[in-house]
């Protein structure tokens, strides 16, 4: 059941990358972006069985953050991938200041529900630590980068080929760095490394599914008035 609900909710998410292009240009794609980021954090302690392994939601919505930096490099440059990586790093920060200084208030004695939002944003410090140094400030400006210089390499040919090889190799880095940064001591080692390699394999996945979006992205770029 995992794994068809899998493939429906990617399809979707990846469609909805394109008619935010459509209807809300550069800044639809990157707003697009931050929430994907936002809900990844919120996320990245669900941990999910797909095709029998052990898994973390979070981790689907992390791999459609690389076709947005992708579309965004495309059509409006490597200075503006560079943008909406750094837009994302404010975002994430922001949202947890707001989050952490939640958790600091004295609830209600109604509130049932304090200890539960307290628990699942505990040790958020440190997986945040892990996403904004090794995932947004070095790995995903890696990827802009990658995409931009294979872009120059091939003089602008072979979109599918930028598009995977950059995401392919940051996706293998930030699997094995981001997790081991962030869960290490606090999930067993032998899950961990299921999980990273899980991970890995349906973010690559994701990659192959996300090429004929980039390619369909052109068909959604605004219509200049």
């Known amino acids: 059941m995992n794994e ?26 990157m707003v697009f972006y931050v929430a994907h980021i936002i809900m990844s954090q919120i996320t990245v302690k669900m941990q999910i069985n797909l095709f029998g392994f052990t898994t973390i939601f979070g981790s689907m919505l992390f791999a459609v953050l ?7 490099t495309e059509h409006f440059g490597k200075k503006e991938g560079y943008r909406t990586v750094t837009l994302g790093v404010a975002s994430l920060l922001f949202f947890i200041f707001v989050i ?8 209600s004695e109604t509130n049932t529900v304090f200890d539960s939002f307290k628990n699942l ?3 958020q410090w440190r997986v945040v630590f892990a996403d904004i140094i090794i995932s947004y400030l070095i790995l995903q400006k890696f990827d802009v980068w990658l995409f931009h210089k294979i872009n120059e390499w091939t003089k602008g040919k072979h979109l599918w080929l930028r598009n995977n090889l950059s995401t392919w190799t ?3 880095l930030t699997a094995i760095f981001f997790f081991q940064a962030a869960f290490f001591g606090i999930i067993p080692q032998a899950i961990l490394w299921q ?6 394999a349906m973010k690559l996945l994701i990659a192959l599914l996300d090429t ?14």
């Open 170 to 172: 940051s996706q293998t």
């Open 100 to 107: 952490q200084a939640a958790t600091i208030f004295v609830p």
């Open 195 to 200: 999980i990273i390699l899980t991970g890995l």
């Open 4 to 29: 068809i609900l899998f493939f429906v909710f990617i399809f979707i998410d990846l469609f909805l990358a394109l008619l935010f292009l459509r209807f809300f240009g550069k800044r639809g794609v």
């Open 212 to 225: 004929p979006f980039v390619y369909l992205s052109y068909k959604f770029l605004p219509k200049k008035k």
């Open 121 to 123: 944003f505990s040790n």
């Open 66 to 72: 690389f076709l947005c930096t992708d579309i965004i």
